[in-house]
C-alpha cells in the first residue's frame, strides 16, 4: 500500500505566494514521476507541474513561469512553490505519484487534496 500525504494549502491573497508538499511512502520501489494536479469547482482536474525519475519536469501554460516543483529523493517528497497567485489558482490541488510497488506492479496513486483558496 501506497499512501500520499499532503500539506501546505490554505487562504492566501492575490500576489501571494504558497508551499504545497507531498510525502509517498509504503510499499515503494521507485517512484516514476511525481507531481500536482488541481480542479476548480465546476471544472476537469488539470496537470499543473510534475517531475519525473531522472529530474525532467513538465508545467502547464497557465503556471508556467510561477511554479517551482522540486523533489526530495531520499524523502520521496515534492514541493511545488507557487508565486503571484490570482483567484484563477482556487482549486483543490492533489498529489500524483505514478510508483513501481515492492511487488514490481506499475500504479497511480492519488493524495486526498489540500484546498488552496486566493482571494480577490
Known amino acids: 500500500q501506497v499512501h500520499l500525504v499532503e500539506s501546505g494549502g490554505g487562504l492566501v491573497e492575490t500576489g501571494g505566494s504558497l508551499r504545497l508538499s507531498c510525502e509517498a511512502s509504503?510499499?515503494?520501489?521507485?517512484?516514476?514521476?511525481m507531481g500536482w494536479y488541481r480542479q476548480a469547482p465546476g471544472k476537469q482536474r488539470e496537470l499543473v507541474a510534475v517531475?519525473?525519475?531522472?529530474?525532467?519536469?513538465d508545467y502547464a501554460h497557465s503556471v508556467q513561469g510561477r511554479v517551482r516543483i522540486s523533489k526530495d529523493i531520499e524523502r520521496n517528497i515534492v514541493h511545488l512553490v507557487m508565486d503571484n497567485l490570482s483567484p484563477e489558482d482556487t482549486a483543490v490541488y492533489y498529489c500524483?505519484?505514478?510508483?513501481?510497488?515492492?511487488?514490481?506492479?506499475?500504479?497511480?496513486?492519488w493524495g486526498q487534496g489540500t484546498q488552496v483558496t486566493v482571494s480577490s
Open positions: 509504503g510499499t515503494i520501489k521507485s517512484i516514476v514521476h
Open positions: 500524483k505519484a505514478l510508483v513501481t510497488t515492492t511487488l514490481s506492479e506499475r500504479m497511480n496513486y
Open positions: 517531475i519525473h525519475d531522472g529530474g525532467v519536469m
